[in-house]
């Protein structure tokens, strides 16, 4: 028997590695004999960079940043060879966040200066992780910090955060990144789908999780609308982008400023892993994350996974689900098979989180055994 155990981290309570580490445990009471691969994975946001490094190697390389709230700040990306692997959580995350610091006035201007070392010391490709941020700008503060210009109704040049987007008066783009020969290669690794704004976009879906009320969230949107009608009159529809919202915009704030492209997080790193050649022979894929919810569908791990597992039962254990009917249905339309939450007993979101490791352990060995049942 083969399995393969591929979970994404839960957010808060388990690492991915940790979370594979549980999973095997379990597997290995109930299948001693069984041939059990384990591969942490991320979907292009928090993590990706461990992941990465266990795929392929590389170092990490220190540097001092901006925080998304103008705060001095340490931040890592990773160096293989010509290609950095950048994963925004590091310099504008919502782990880098100030107590009480407003949704409105968070940056990407760290993102930019750790693609701007990177740029500088040689690598000619750059990969953006681009979830767990903090900031609902557009990208505009890593833009500024790779060079790009936002001028407002005076002339004068200035770093957008959300809630000044609405300033922004033309945009004068930094020719580097939009010449035919010899500029970098910059790809953004999504793990939503998410349009720029709207009401599946940016402001309104992510924006109340990092802290903004409903007046703040239309004003978000808003500026968003704003600064991408300015590249609609270039003939550019920055709105249209598949996953141009993650990150607060700054999908599409690659796209617009970067000449960049926009990928699949988990498809990106499922490519890096070989992981359809590795389905193909397994006999179950068991995977999880923190919360399944409407959003799983559109970009997240276990939905990356499910499309590409060539038929072979896919098991999603959730720290929760959120999800109605009709959001689990899209899931097993997918391919997954089952969607398990690990919780034992009614709890609070601190006890969850606390008892998820337990909670992942009992709830992993139960369904092993029933697995184990089935077989015969």
Request: glycine share 14%; with cysteine.
């Amino acid at each position: 028997m083969k399995i393969l155990l591929l979970p994404d981290s839960f957010k808060g309570s388990l690492s991915a590695h940790r979370a594979a580490s549980i999973l095997e445990e379990a597997a290995r009471k109930v299948f001693p004999d069984a041939e059990i691969v384990s591969w942490p994975v991320a979907d292009g946001g928090e993590g990706t960079l461990a992941v990465v490094q266990k795929a392929a190697g590389g170092a990490l390389l220190p540097v001092p940043v901006t925080g998304p709230c103008g705060q001095r700040a340490q931040a890592r990306y990773l160096s293989i060879g010509q290609t950095a692997v950048i994963e925004l959580a590091e310099a504008a995350g919502l782990g880098k966040r100030l107590p009480g610091w407003s949704a409105m006035r968070t940056t990407t201007l760290g993102v930019g200066q750790l693609i701007a070392h990177a740029l500088q010391v040689g690598h000619t490709r750059i990969v953006i992780a681009l979830g767990g941020s903090a900031t609902t700008d557009l990208g505009c503060g890593m833009a500024a910090a790779l060079g790009t210009q936002f001028i407002n109704e005076a002339g004068r040049p200035f770093v957008p955060t959300g809630e000044t987007l609405g300033q922004v008066r033309s945009i004068r783009l930094n020719g580097f990144f939009f010449q035919k020969k010899g500029g970098p290669r910059i790809e953004a690794l999504c793990d939503v789908s998410n349009p720029l704004y709207g009401p599946d976009g940016a402001a309104e879906v992510f924006a109340p999780q990092k802290g903004a009320t409903p007046d703040e969230v239309k004003r978000l949107d808003e500026g968003l609308r704003h600064v991408a009608s300015l590249f609609e009159k270039r003939g550019a529809r920055i709105n249209d982008l598949p996953g141009g919202g993650a990150a607060g915009g700054t999908g599409a704030g690659v796209a617009a400023f970067l000449n960049g492209r926009l990928v699949s997080g988990i498809d990106a790193l499922l490519d890096l892993m070989k992981f359809e050649e590795a389905a193909k022979t397994a006999d179950l894929i068991v995977t999880g994350e923190g919360c399944v919810d409407a959003q799983t569908k559109g970009g997240k791990v276990a939905a990356g996974i499910a499309r590409r597992a060539s038929g072979t039962p896919v098991v999603v254990f959730a720290g929760s689900v959120d999800a109605d009917q009709r959001e689990l249905e899209a899931l097993y339309k997918l391919g997954v098979t089952a969607v398990l939450p690990i919780l034992r007993t009614p709890a609070t979101l601190g006890d969850a989180m606390r008892d998820a490791p337990e909670n992942l352990a009992a709830a992993a060995e139960s369904f092993f055994r029933i697995w184990a049942a089935k077989r015969g």
